[in-house]
C-alpha cells in the first residue's frame, strides 16, 4: 500500500489515504479503508465521478465507482 492524500473539491480540505490494488481508499483513523463510493461526502463532490489525490509531489484523479 502506498499513502496518499485525498483532496475534497470545494471544501479546501484533505483526508488521508492509501493506494491499494491500483484503487484509491479513505484511510480512517483506526485505519479501516473505504472506498470513496462508499463516502456521501465523496459521492456528493466528485466531478464526474473522479476523486483528486496526491502522491509524493504528483497529482491524479481516480474513478471512485471503478470496483
Given at each position: 500500500m502506498q499513502k496518499c492524500t485525498i483532496y475534497h473539491?470545494?471544501?479546501y480540505n484533505?483526508?488521508?489515504g492509501v493506494i491499494k490494488d491500483n484503487k484509491v481508499y479513505f484511510q480512517a483513523q483506526d485505519?479501516?479503508?473505504y472506498f470513496p463510493e462508499e463516502i456521501f461526502?465523496?459521492?456528493e463532490e466528485c466531478?464526474?465521478?473522479l476523486i483528486q489525490f496526491e502522491v509524493?509531489?504528483?497529482w491524479g484523479f481516480a474513478d471512485?465507482?471503478?470496483d
Open positions: 473539491t470545494g471544501v484533505s483526508d488521508k485505519n479501516q479503508l461526502l465523496a459521492r466531478e464526474g465521478g509524493n509531489g504528483k471512485i465507482y471503478t
